[in-house]
Protein backbone atom coordinates (compact mmCIF):
# COMPACT_ATOMS: atom_id res chain seq x y z
CA UNK A 1 0.00 0.00 0.00
CA UNK A 2 1.03 3.32 -1.02
CA UNK A 3 0.73 6.58 1.26
CA UNK A 4 0.93 10.29 -0.16
CA UNK A 5 4.00 12.10 2.01
CA UNK A 6 4.21 15.17 2.87
CA UNK A 7 7.26 15.57 4.16
CA UNK A 8 9.97 13.91 6.77
CA UNK A 9 11.44 15.58 9.27
CA UNK A 10 14.43 13.44 11.38
CA UNK A 11 15.80 14.25 14.92
CA UNK A 12 12.36 16.42 15.89
CA UNK A 13 11.52 17.04 19.02
CA UNK A 14 8.19 17.78 19.85
CA UNK A 15 6.18 15.94 19.04
CA UNK A 16 6.66 12.98 21.67
CA UNK A 17 8.94 12.19 23.76
CA UNK A 18 12.71 11.56 22.75
CA UNK A 19 14.17 11.74 19.53
CA UNK A 20 11.90 11.56 16.71
CA UNK A 21 11.14 10.66 12.80
CA UNK A 22 7.96 12.59 11.96
CA UNK A 23 6.51 11.45 8.82
CA UNK A 24 3.78 14.40 7.68
CA UNK A 25 1.00 12.66 5.19
CA UNK A 26 -1.05 15.07 3.17
CA UNK A 27 -4.27 15.36 3.13
CA UNK A 28 -6.43 16.61 6.10
CA UNK A 29 -10.34 16.58 6.78
CA UNK A 30 -10.47 19.77 8.63
CA UNK A 31 -9.90 23.78 7.50
CA UNK A 32 -8.58 25.08 11.10
CA UNK A 33 -8.93 29.25 10.47
CA UNK A 34 -5.15 29.30 12.16
CA UNK A 35 -3.75 26.24 9.68
CA UNK A 36 0.21 26.36 10.06
CA UNK A 37 0.31 23.96 7.14
CA UNK A 38 -1.64 24.38 4.69
CA UNK A 39 0.21 23.25 2.06
CA UNK A 40 -0.38 19.32 3.97
CA UNK A 41 -3.92 19.69 2.61
CA UNK A 42 -3.15 19.28 -1.25
CA UNK A 43 -1.26 15.80 -2.56
CA UNK A 44 2.26 16.46 -3.04
CA UNK A 45 4.45 14.03 -5.98
CA UNK A 46 6.09 11.39 -3.43
CA UNK A 47 3.66 8.44 -3.04
CA UNK A 48 5.53 5.85 -0.98
CA UNK A 49 5.32 1.87 0.30
CA UNK A 50 5.05 1.41 3.79
CA UNK A 51 8.28 -0.81 3.34
CA UNK A 52 9.81 2.66 2.03
CA UNK A 53 8.96 4.62 5.00
CA UNK A 54 10.39 1.96 7.24
CA UNK A 55 13.20 1.65 5.83
CA UNK A 56 14.16 5.78 5.84
CA UNK A 57 12.79 5.16 9.61
CA UNK A 58 15.12 2.56 10.66
CA UNK A 59 17.58 4.63 9.77
CA UNK A 60 17.49 6.79 12.74
CA UNK A 61 17.28 3.52 14.83
CA UNK A 62 19.91 4.61 17.29
CA UNK A 63 18.66 8.01 18.20
CA UNK A 64 15.58 6.27 19.26
CA UNK A 65 16.81 5.99 22.79
CA UNK A 66 15.08 7.19 25.50
CA UNK A 67 11.94 6.72 24.53
CA UNK A 68 11.80 8.36 21.39
CA UNK A 69 10.36 7.00 17.69
CA UNK A 70 8.66 7.57 14.69
CA UNK A 71 5.44 10.26 14.74
CA UNK A 72 2.95 10.00 11.97
CA UNK A 73 1.37 13.44 11.54
CA UNK A 74 0.08 16.00 8.58
CA UNK A 75 -2.48 16.83 7.31
CA UNK A 76 -4.04 13.91 9.43
CA UNK A 77 -2.38 10.55 9.91
CA UNK A 78 -5.25 9.00 10.57
CA UNK A 79 -6.34 9.46 7.31
CA UNK A 80 -3.58 6.68 6.51
CA UNK A 81 -4.55 4.24 9.06
CA UNK A 82 -4.46 1.33 7.00
CA UNK A 83 -1.41 2.44 6.00
CA UNK A 84 0.26 2.67 9.58
CA UNK A 85 -1.17 -0.89 10.32
CA UNK A 86 0.92 -2.00 7.58
CA UNK A 87 4.23 0.00 8.64
CA UNK A 88 3.60 -0.81 12.27
CA UNK A 89 4.68 -4.46 12.73
CA UNK A 90 7.87 -3.61 10.74
CA UNK A 91 8.89 -1.07 13.25
CA UNK A 92 7.34 -3.02 16.16
CA UNK A 93 9.87 -6.02 14.71
CA UNK A 94 12.80 -3.56 15.07
CA UNK A 95 11.52 -2.04 18.43
CA UNK A 96 10.46 1.07 16.99
CA UNK A 97 7.57 2.78 18.92
CA UNK A 98 5.19 5.52 17.17
CA UNK A 99 3.02 8.01 18.01
CA UNK A 100 -0.04 9.45 16.74
CA UNK A 101 -0.03 13.17 16.38
CA UNK A 102 -3.94 13.84 15.25
CA UNK A 103 -6.98 16.10 15.44
CA UNK A 104 -8.97 12.95 15.58
CA UNK A 105 -11.34 14.31 13.05
CA UNK A 106 -11.75 10.73 11.20
CA UNK A 107 -14.85 8.50 11.81
CA UNK A 108 -13.27 5.99 14.63
CA UNK A 109 -13.31 2.38 12.08
CA UNK A 110 -11.83 -0.45 13.28
CA UNK A 111 -8.48 0.68 11.14
CA UNK A 112 -8.24 4.09 13.39
CA UNK A 113 -9.19 2.01 16.10
CA UNK A 114 -6.39 -0.36 15.17
CA UNK A 115 -3.69 2.46 14.54
CA UNK A 116 -4.45 3.70 17.75
CA UNK A 117 -3.65 0.08 19.40
CA UNK A 118 -0.78 0.53 17.95
CA UNK A 119 0.84 3.81 19.15
CA UNK A 120 2.65 4.13 21.95
CA UNK A 121 0.89 7.49 22.57
CA UNK A 122 -1.70 9.83 21.01
CA UNK A 123 -0.92 13.30 21.20
CA UNK A 124 -4.64 14.72 20.01
CA UNK A 125 -5.19 18.27 19.45
CA UNK A 126 -8.40 19.79 20.68
CA UNK A 127 -9.05 22.33 17.95
CA UNK A 128 -11.92 24.30 19.86
CA UNK A 129 -13.76 23.14 23.17
CA UNK A 130 -17.59 23.70 22.05
CA UNK A 131 -19.64 22.44 18.96
CA UNK A 132 -20.35 25.44 17.26
CA UNK A 133 -17.05 26.80 17.18
CA UNK A 134 -15.30 23.26 16.19
CA UNK A 135 -17.66 23.71 12.83
CA UNK A 136 -17.62 27.35 12.61
CA UNK A 137 -13.52 27.51 12.32
CA UNK A 138 -12.46 24.04 11.20
CA UNK A 139 -15.98 22.76 9.59
CA UNK A 140 -15.04 19.44 11.21
CA UNK A 141 -17.21 17.13 13.41
CA UNK A 142 -16.48 17.40 17.54
CA UNK A 143 -18.10 14.38 17.41
CA UNK A 144 -15.61 12.64 15.95
CA UNK A 145 -12.45 14.42 18.13
CA UNK A 146 -14.48 13.36 21.25
CA UNK A 147 -15.35 9.29 20.04
CA UNK A 148 -11.28 9.38 19.65
CA UNK A 149 -10.81 10.67 23.27
CA UNK A 150 -12.59 8.42 24.42
CA UNK A 151 -11.33 5.31 22.71
CA UNK A 152 -8.07 6.21 24.18
CA UNK A 153 -9.21 6.59 27.72
CA UNK A 154 -11.24 3.54 27.53
CA UNK A 155 -8.12 1.77 25.64
CA UNK A 156 -5.86 3.20 28.83
CA UNK A 157 -3.74 4.90 25.94
CA UNK A 158 -1.09 7.28 26.96
CA UNK A 159 -3.12 11.02 25.84
CA UNK A 160 -1.60 14.29 25.61
CA UNK A 161 -3.90 16.91 24.70
CA UNK A 162 -3.21 20.61 22.91
CA UNK A 163 -5.39 23.34 21.90
CA UNK A 164 -4.34 26.52 20.02
CA UNK A 165 -4.83 29.73 21.43
CA UNK A 166 -5.93 32.69 18.98
CA UNK A 167 -6.49 36.35 19.81
CA UNK A 168 -9.48 37.29 19.58
CA UNK A 169 -11.56 33.68 18.81
CA UNK A 170 -10.74 31.55 21.93
CA UNK A 171 -8.24 33.69 24.46
CA UNK A 172 -10.94 33.66 26.92
CA UNK A 173 -11.63 32.46 30.94
CA UNK A 174 -14.63 30.98 29.72
CA UNK A 175 -12.74 29.22 27.23
CA UNK A 176 -10.37 27.61 29.44
CA UNK A 177 -12.91 26.81 31.85
CA UNK A 178 -14.90 24.83 28.57
CA UNK A 179 -11.77 23.42 27.77
CA UNK A 180 -11.35 22.28 30.94
CA UNK A 181 -15.16 20.73 30.94
CA UNK A 182 -15.08 19.16 28.32
CA UNK A 183 -11.77 16.77 29.05
CA UNK A 184 -13.19 16.11 32.22
CA UNK A 185 -13.84 12.58 31.46
CA UNK A 186 -10.47 11.91 29.65
CA UNK A 187 -7.88 10.01 30.73
CA UNK A 188 -4.74 12.05 29.57
CA UNK A 189 -1.01 12.90 31.28
CA UNK A 190 -0.97 16.72 30.27
CA UNK A 191 -3.15 18.96 28.83
CA UNK A 192 -1.13 21.88 26.94
CA UNK A 193 -2.27 25.39 25.22
CA UNK A 194 -0.23 26.61 22.52
CA UNK A 195 0.34 30.24 21.11
CA UNK A 196 -0.92 31.06 17.55
CA UNK A 197 1.50 32.19 15.46
CA UNK A 198 2.11 33.97 12.19
CA UNK A 199 5.08 32.16 10.95
CA UNK A 200 2.96 29.78 8.22
CA UNK A 201 1.74 33.06 6.88
CA UNK A 202 4.14 32.94 4.12
CA UNK A 203 3.01 29.50 2.71
CA UNK A 204 -0.67 31.19 2.72
CA UNK A 205 0.81 33.70 0.17
CA UNK A 206 2.85 30.98 -1.84
CA UNK A 207 -0.34 28.55 -2.29
CA UNK A 208 -2.03 32.32 -3.50
CA UNK A 209 -5.05 30.79 -0.67
CA UNK A 210 -7.43 33.22 1.47
CA UNK A 211 -5.29 33.48 5.18
CA UNK A 212 -8.30 34.14 7.11
CA UNK A 213 -6.29 35.89 10.12
CA UNK A 214 -3.89 37.92 7.90
CA UNK A 215 -4.97 40.70 10.39
CA UNK A 216 -4.33 39.05 13.37
CA UNK A 217 -1.26 39.27 15.60
CA UNK A 218 0.38 36.12 17.33
CA UNK A 219 -0.58 34.97 20.75
CA UNK A 220 0.46 37.21 23.33
CA UNK A 221 3.17 35.00 25.98
CA UNK A 222 2.22 36.42 28.91
CA UNK A 223 -1.95 35.94 28.39
CA UNK A 224 -1.13 32.39 27.18
CA UNK A 225 0.74 31.78 30.32
CA UNK A 226 -2.33 33.13 32.62
CA UNK A 227 -5.54 31.31 30.36
CA UNK A 228 -2.60 27.98 31.06
CA UNK A 229 -2.78 28.72 34.61
CA UNK A 230 -6.58 28.78 34.15
CA UNK A 231 -6.97 25.76 32.44
CA UNK A 232 -4.45 23.83 35.29
CA UNK A 233 -6.66 24.96 38.06
CA UNK A 234 -9.79 24.12 36.48
CA UNK A 235 -8.20 20.44 35.35
CA UNK A 236 -7.24 20.26 39.31
CA UNK A 237 -11.10 21.36 40.64
CA UNK A 238 -12.46 18.75 38.34
CA UNK A 239 -9.79 15.92 38.57
CA UNK A 240 -9.20 15.37 41.99
S1 LIG B 1 -5.88 19.61 11.47
FE1 LIG B 1 -3.80 20.45 11.24
S2 LIG B 1 -3.34 20.26 9.04
FE2 LIG B 1 -5.56 20.01 9.28
S3 LIG B 1 -6.38 22.07 8.92
FE3 LIG B 1 -6.12 21.82 11.14
S4 LIG B 1 -4.08 22.65 11.60
FE4 LIG B 1 -4.20 22.29 9.36
Not at 176 to 185: F, T
Not at 189 to 194: A, M
Amino acid sequence: MNANIHSFESLAALDGEGIRFDVFFTGCPLRCVYCHNPDAWFRSKTDMSAEDVFRKAKRFKPYFKNGGGVTFSGGEPLLNAAFINELAPMLRAEGIGYCLDTSGSVPLTDAVKTAIDGAEMVILDIKFCDPDSYKKYTGGNFDYFMAVGRYCTQKNKRLWLRTVIVPGINDTEENADRCAELVKEFKFERYELLPFHTMAFFKYENLQLPNPLADTPPMDRARLDALSARLQARLAELRP
